[in-house]
């Protein structure tokens, strides 16, 4: 059974830092690509970064470009979000996910492209 486990969630202030962390269990996803959602209350959920399965590929929403970094760890199953000067409007859900497609770079900000699910860690900027 694969899962998908985020950490790292808490409470900080406008302009501090935190790092979530995806690890997979189940299946290996470094041929896959893996990515990372968000949704704040009463909005859809959104896309927020994303690595192909070689990293080579990387994709951020505009709103985070320069701020947050996406990284893997193909030999501990896990993918990492390095958040920094976080916003108040950074405050969301965080979910991780992967796609069970091996080798593909397609549509890495779509979320119908990913198959596995992560139960979502909590980020609460403060102002």
């Known amino acids: 059974q694969v899962q998908l486990v985020e950490s790292g969630g808490g409470l900080v202030e406008a302009g501090g830092s935190l790092r979530l962390s995806c690890a997979a269990s189940?299946?290996?996803?470094?041929?896959?690509?893996m990515g990372w959602f968000r949704q704040a209350p009463g909005k859809e959920r959104e896309f927020v970064a994303a690595?192909?399965?070689?990293?080579?590929?990387?994709a951020y929403r505009d709103s985070v470009k320069g701020r947050f970094t996406i990284s893997r760890d193909n030999a501990k199953n896990m993918v990492s979000l390095q958040m920094n000067s976080l916003k108040p409007e950074d405050t969301a859900v965080y979910y991780c996910?992967?796609?069970?497609?091996?080798?593909?770079?397609?549509?890495?900000?779509?979320?119908?492209?990913?198959?596995?699910w992560g139960q979502g860690t909590q980020v609460t900027v403060s102002s």
């Open positions: 996910a992967a796609d069970a497609r091996s080798y593909s770079s397609r549509g890495l900000s779509v979320q119908a492209e990913y198959d596995y």
């Open positions: 189940g299946r290996t996803f470094s041929s896959h690509a």
């Open positions: 690595m192909s399965w070689g990293g080579g590929t990387i």
